[in-house]
Each structure stands twice: as structure tokens, then as C-alpha cells.
């Protein structure tokens, strides 16, 4: 199984700064097809995931352009321009390029 | 507006069965395929099992595979997930997740399974 290897796992950020996730996998995510598969969720305390961003960089609709994803082969960003109070949870990526799918341990975002 | 809305949870003793259904609306189900993801108390995210659009490919994660069954009805717009000879280690949160080609995308609320003698 393809590991992903998500830091720091707890990120504390004071609101209006920024913030960044590094999400590793195991080997590349590159698929034959020439895509690249993966994904960014959100989930907020007591919700069920919501994804943020697809296949590296694709905001999902309705996501604020706060949000950013960036990265290639197996070494992938999460980037927050300015933190807000709705931002908090726990986010997690997912590569969907190799059975089984798998997902990052997850970091937990909260406000200092 | 895309709605999963997940069933049938409950408590059961090990080795004992338990179906998940998962009722989809607001897109058209027949053209995406479909998973179920679960999550431990406590823990992080694990995909389970897929299901083609049309029923004829499905894919298990490893620690599944030969007792859990995933099935779905497109006229009835219905997933489900047959789990048999449950363990312990199977009490999660389970979630429907419709997918494009590769990619997870919108997620039913969950419904809870507790395997506990």
C-alpha cells in the first residue's frame, strides 16, 4: 500500500496568518494517464470530511481561494493564505492513483 | 444538491453480520462510482471497498476483502455494504462517498458500527 505521510500533525496558527500542510507518499502518484491523483479533505469537529481540492491543485466549488494545493510526483502542499475561525479541523490528503486508496494521518488545525 | 444519506448501523457481536445501505440523491448515481470509507473512534480515514458505475468492477482494501460485500442498484439510486464476520477491529464510522474516476468526492453523514461482545 502507498504510504502518505502528512506534517506536522498538529498545526496551531494565530487567525489572518497563513499556514501549510506537507502531505508525502510513498512513491509517485503520477498515474498512466498523466494525471495525478490527489486529494485534499477538510474535516471540521463533529462533520464528515469535505473535500477541499482534487487531483493536486482543483478547488472544489464553493471552497474560498484562500485555499491552495500545489506539488507534483510525491511530495505535495496544502497552503492556507490567511487561517479564519472556519478553518479548524483536521485535514487530511488521499491518493486514489494506487489500489487501495489511502489517506495521510491527518492534521489537526486549531487557533492559537 | 448531492445527498448520501447512510443506514443500517448498530451493534453487533464478533463474527456477527450487518448491511449498510446508503441512499443517493441530487446527481445522476449511474455515472459515478461509489465507496465506503470508515473511521475508528478516535483515528484517521480508511477507504474500504468501490463499486464501478455499473456494478462490474470492485475493489477491497485488504483487511476486508472476502467479508465484506459492496453492491449497489441504480434504478433504486442505493449502495450497500454486506459485512460479514465482523471483528472488533471493523467498529467505525462508516461513509458513503460518491467518486469520479480516481477521485473521492461528496460524503453521506455516516452511520456507526460498534462491534463489542
Partial sequence: ?112 | EVQLVESGGGLVQPGGSLRLSCTASGFTFSNYWMSWVRQAPGKGLEWVANIKEDGSDKYYVDSVRGRFTISRDNAENSLSLQMNSLRVEDTAVYYCVSNTWKNLESWGQGTVVTVSS
Avoid at chain 1, 29 to 44: C, E, K, P
Avoid at chain 1, 67 to 75: L, M, P, V, Y
Fill in chain 1, 1 to 112: 500500500d502507498v504510504v502518505m505521510t502528512q506534517s506536522p500533525l498538529s498545526l496551531p496558527v494565530t487567525l489572518g496568518q497563513p499556514a501549510s500542510i506537507s502531505c508525502r507518499s510513498g512513491q509517485s502518484l503520477v498515474y498512466s494517464d498523466g494525471n495525478t491523483y490527489l486529494n485534499w479533505f477538510l474535516q471540521r469537529p463533529g462533520q464528515s470530511p469535505r473535500r477541499l481540492i482534487y487531483k493536486v491543485s482543483n478547488r472544489d466549488s464553493g471552497v474560498p481561494d484562500r485555499f491552495s494545493g500545489s506539488g507534483s510526483g510525491t511530495d505535495f502542499t496544502l497552503k492556507i493564505s490567511r487561517v479564519e475561525a472556519e478553518d479548524v479541523g483536521v485535514y487530511y490528503c488521499m491518493q486514489g492513483t494506487h489500489w487501495p486508496y489511502t489517506f495521510g494521518q491527518g492534521t489537526k488545525l486549531e487557533i492559537k
